[in-house]
């Protein structure tokens, strides 16, 4: 299963991103889809998830900012981003889990998208 993220930019502080990310190959269901980041010589964090019931996750620090979406019809999950600050400057990764049509479970990683914050 592969993914392939966009949407990621260079935006003043206060902007607003939307960025998306597609998965394709032979996929049977998909479980978690989530968000994480990394920002230079820190660990990745998980920004948000949401899983096949619709439920999610917020890292406190986005919550009331952030708001991740799924289209199951296009195996696609965004992430909206508004109120942008400099430390929300990373590069952002997608991931997903799920079963493949020989049922065997997949995890897979986008390829990162690098989103930077201007202040």
């Known amino acids: 299963v592969q993914l392939q993220a966009s949407g990621g930019g260079l935006v003043h502080a206060g902007g607003s991103l939307r960025l998306s990310c597609a998965a394709s190959?032979?996929?049977?269901?998909?479980?978690?889809m989530g968000w994480y980041r990394q920002a230079s010589e820190k660990k990745r964090e998980l920004v948000a998830r949401i899983n096949s019931s619709g439920s999610t996750h917020y890292l406190d620090s986005v919550k009331g900012w952030f708001t991740i979406s799924r289209d199951n019809a296009k195996n696609t999950v965004y992430l909206q981003m508004k109120s942008l600050k400099p430390e929300d400057t990373a590069v952002y990764y997608c991931?997903?889990?799920?079963?493949?049509?020989?049922?065997?479970?997949?995890?897979?990683w986008g390829q990162g998208t690098l989103v930077t914050v201007s202040s």
């Open positions: 190959g032979s996929i049977f269901s998909i479980n978690v």
């Open positions: 991931n997903v889990d799920g079963e493949d049509w020989s049922e065997a479970d997949f995890d897979s």
